[in-house]
T-cell receptor, first 112, second 114 residues
Framework: EADIYQTPRYLVIGTGKKITLECSQT?????MYWYQQDPGMELHLIHY???????EKGDLSSESTVSRIRTEHFPLTLESARPSHTSQYLC???????????FGPGTRLLVL | KNQVEQSPQSLIILEGKNCTLQ??????????LRWYKQDTGRGPVSLTI?????NTKSNGRYTATLDADTKQSSLHITASQLSDSASYIC?????????????FGRGTQLTVWP
C-alpha cells in the first residue's frame, strides 16, 4: 500500500466556487503528478512537479493550478469550478530516477 | 488516436477461470510497459513492468507478456478470484523524454462472478 493520500475523497460543489484538492505523500518522492480520469477513459496528465518550487503543465489543458512548497505536498486548486470540471482527480508520486508511479485513492469531484 | 489500445473493453468471467487481456501500442521510441490494476474508487497499483528485452514477467497469478516487435502485450490471469474484479490498465513509457512520458490505455474492466 502506497503512502500517498488525497482529500477529500468525494466533493460536491456549486459552480463558481474555489476548491483545493489535497495530495500528500510520506515516501520522500521528488516527482509528483496530477491526473484527470473520466469513467472508461484513459488517465490524462494535467500537472507535474520534479521537486520543490518546480511545477509544469501536462498534456491535457486544465484551468487548475498547482503549487509545490514542500516535498510531501502537492495541492491542486480550481479558482472557479464549472460542471465541465466534474471528474476523478488522481495524484501520484515517484522517485526521481524511477518511472513507477504510486497513486493516491483519488478525489471524485462533482460540480453542479 | 490513442497510442495504447486495450481489448476487450470489458470482460465477465466466472470465478476460477483464466482470462487474457490484450494491449497494442504504437508508442515510439519504447522504454517499458506496465500493467496496473485499478480497483473501483481507488488509484492504480502497478502489477508488472517489462522492458524491451523482457518477454514475460509474473506476479503471482498475473503473467504479462511482451512482443516488442509487434508492439503487443498481454496480461494473463490464472484461476481468477472475486478480488480480481477491477480495471486493468496498460501503460507504455517512451524513451528520450526527461519526463519519461507515460501513455495510458483506457483499461479493460474485468468482472469476476461467483
Amino acid at each position: 500500500e502506497a503512502d500517498i493520500y488525497q482529500t477529500p475523497r468525494y466533493l460536491v460543489i456549486g459552480t463558481g466556487k474555489k476548491i483545493t484538492l489535497e495530495c500528500s505523500q510520506t515516501m520522500g518522492h521528488d516527482k509528483m503528478y496530477w491526473y484527470q480520469q473520466d469513467p472508461g477513459m484513459e488517465l490524462h496528465l494535467i500537472h507535474y512537479s520534479y521537486g520543490v518550487n518546480s511545477t509544469e503543465k501536462g498534456d491535457l489543458s486544465s484551468e487548475s493550478t498547482v503549487s509545490r512548497i514542500r516535498t510531501e505536498h502537492f495541492p491542486l486548486t480550481l479558482e472557479s469550478a464549472r460542471p465541465s470540471h466534474t471528474s476523478q482527480y488522481l495524484c501520484a508520486s515517484s522517485r526521481l530516477a524511477e518511472e513507477t508511479q504510486y497513486f493516491g485513492p483519488g478525489t471524485r469531484l462533482l460540480v453542479l | 488516436k490513442n497510442q495504447v489500445e486495450q481489448s476487450p473493453q470489458s470482460l465477465i468471467i466466472l470465478e476460477g477461470k483464466n482470462c487474457t487481456l490484450q494491449c497494442n501500442y504504437t508508442v515510439s521510441p519504447f522504454s517499458n510497459l506496465r500493467w496496473y490494476k485499478q480497483d473501483t474508487g481507488r488509484g492504480p497499483v502497478s502489477l508488472t513492468i517489462m522492458t524491451f528485452s523482457e518477454n514475460t514477467k509474473s506476479n503471482g497469478r498475473y503473467t504479462a507478456t511482451l512482443d516488442a516487435d509487434t508492439k503487443q502485450s498481454s496480461l494473463h490471469i490464472t484461476a481468477s478470484q472475486l478480488s480480481d474484479s477491477a480495471s486493468y490498465i496498460c501503460v507504455v513509457s517512451d524513451r528520450g523524454s526527461t519526463l519519461g512520458r507515460l501513455y495510458f490505455g483506457r483499461g479493460t474492466q474485468l468482472t469476476v462472478w461467483p
